[in-house]
């Protein structure tokens, strides 16, 4: 019997995403970015790292998603579009990721 693919074998895992905000890998867009952008993929995978540790708790990473979206948002210059869908990707698998470690 063959496995039946679910909606979130079809999605991306948020280390793709934050290569594609690094603009590298099979996820660059080949348009550099504003360089202020990369060093937020840095931030988001520090946030990933702290969910996968379950070293923090719910209110922390709504927080933390916030402020680092308002932050991106902020000094992306070029590609805002694609930055900003970027970063909602990222909100939603982080999210998701933190409720699987923690069984919510």
Not at 8 to 21: E, G, I, N, W, Y
Not at 62 to 82: G, S
Request: hydrophobic share 35%; charged share 30%.
């Amino acid at each position: 019997m063959t496995k039946k693919f679910t909606f979130d074998d079809l999605q991306p895992h948020v280390d793709m995403l934050c290569d594609a905000m690094e603009n590298k890998g099979a996820s660059s867009s080949g348009v550099p970015y504003d360089e202020e952008v990369y060093v937020y993929a840095k931030k988001y995978r520090e946030v990933l790292q702290k969910v996968r540790d379950k070293q923090i708790g719910m209110t922390e990473l709504w927080n933390n998603l916030t402020l680092l979206e308002m932050d991106t948002i902020k000094v992306t210059k070029t590609q805002r579009h694609r930055i900003a869908k970027l970063i909602s990707a990222l909100n939603i698998y982080i999210k998701k990721e933190y409720n699987s470690k923690n069984g919510e």
